[in-house]
């Protein structure tokens, strides 16, 4: 399955961004979903996860300012990035989760000027 992601951008801390990942076929009903963000230096985290049945889940760093969810008659996932931080900034990838090692996209950029 492709994943194609855009929607980052740059703003300044306090402000708000909402990426979307569009998939080639119908696939966020039927998996885990997740929001992964590779940051400068760092790690690739997760930073949220939705369920076939629309459950999500947050990592604690991001909980109460982003949003997860999706359009599945547009086979599009969305994350709604609230009261961002400089700490925020990073590549941002949607994938499964656990993640499909041939379905990583090109990522969307956000930045997070303080």
């Known amino acids: 399955v492709q994943l194609v992601e855009s929607g980052g951008g740059l703003v300044p801390a306090g402000g708000s961004l909402r990426p979307l990942c569009a998939a080639s076929r119908n696939i966020f009903s039927l998996h885990v979903m997740g929001w992964y963000r590779q940051a400068p230096g760092k790690q690739s985290e997760l930073v949220a996860d939705?369920?076939?049945?629309?459950?999500?889940n947050y990592a604690g760093s991001v909980k109460g300012r982003f949003t997860i969810f999706r359009v599945d008659a547009k086979n599009t996932l969305y994350l709604q990035m609230n009261s961002l931080k400089p700490e925020d900034t990073g590549v941002y990838y949607c994938?499964?989760?656990?993640?499909?090692?041939?379905?990583w996209g090109q990522g969307t950029q956000v930045s997070v000027s303080s």
């Open positions: 939705i369920t076939s049945g629309g459950l999500t």
């Open positions: 994938n499964r989760n656990p993640a499909w090692q041939d379905s």
